[in-house]
């Protein structure tokens, strides 16, 4: 398996709404990372996981809530957003910290939220 | 200093055409990686360069890491329509961190 599965694929929600985002993967790889991006734009680290242990915050807003269950599954616990937090989310995991092999991205979750 | 900055924005082509995309940094890189993100799609990792001068090819693909590690280069011969999509560059900045470029939109002209 050289996936990084990510449900859902589109998700619209309000401003009041609490939803989560998933993310799996089977490679054995022990970094996992939330990405925002916006249209034309590379993508913005958002929280990296190491070891299932938090190990980046790149000073991302309470309303975004990360978890690492296990070494396979990340999540992603969205609450009180904006407008402007609408972006595709992507979840990437590579096999460790140095990134030498590349970061393997999901297909991401398109988020509007209105 | 750590920014990495990349062109074209855009490059439209006919089919069949080549194509490159830059990549320049105004320090030495210890490492460039490129990514494709077809339209609606999500970034693919293409290849890592280390190494001063070094040549890498992917059939129609080749990367090139300049002699001074402060640039590199995506070139394509012979665009397919398969091709389309935006190409990002991206060094590896501390453990976990990239620092990617703005990406280069490859458009075909039909």
């Known amino acids: 398996d050289t996936e990084v599965t990510q449900t859902p694929k589109h998700l619209v929600m309000g401003m009041t709404n609490k939803k989560s985002l998933k993310c799996e993967q089977h490679?054995?790889?022990?970094?996992m990372y939330w990405y925002k991006q916006k249209a034309k734009k590379p993508p913005e680290l958002m929280f990296v996981?190491?070891?299932?242990?938090?190990?980046i915050n790149e000073s991302v807003p309470s309303r975004f809530s990360p978890e690492c269950p296990n070494s396979s599954l990340l999540n992603l616990h969205l609450h009180a957003l904006q407008p402007e937090d609408s972006a595709l989310y992507l979840c990437?995991?590579?096999?460790?910290?140095?990134?030498?092999?590349?970061?393997?991205f999901g297909s991401g979750t398109r988020l509007t939220v209105v | 200093g750590q920014q990495v900055m990349q062109i074209p924005q855009y490059q439209h082509v006919q089919e069949g055409e080549d194509f490159t995309t830059y990549c320049n940094s105004s320090?030495?890189?210890?490492?460039i990686q490129w990514y494709k993100q077809r339209p609606g799609g999500h970034p693919v990792f293409l290849i890592q360069?280390?190494?001063s001068g070094e040549v890498k090819k992917q059939k129609r693909l080749t990367f090139q890491f300049g002699e001074a590690k402060k640039n590199s280069s995506l070139h394509i011969t012979a665009t397919q329509t398969t091709d389309v999509g935006t190409y990002f560059c991206?060094?590896?900045?501390?453990?976990?961190?990239?620092?990617w470029g703005a990406g280069t939109k490859l458009i075909i002209k039909p």
């Open positions: 990437a995991s590579s096999q460790d910290g140095t990134g030498n092999y590349g970061y393997t």
């Open positions: 490679m054995g790889h022990r970094a």
């Open positions: 996981y190491s070891y299932e242990k938090l190990s």
């Open positions: 320090t030495t890189l210890s490492n």
């Open positions: 360069l280390v190494k």
């Open positions: 991206a060094r590896r900045w501390s453990n976990y961190q990239l620092i």
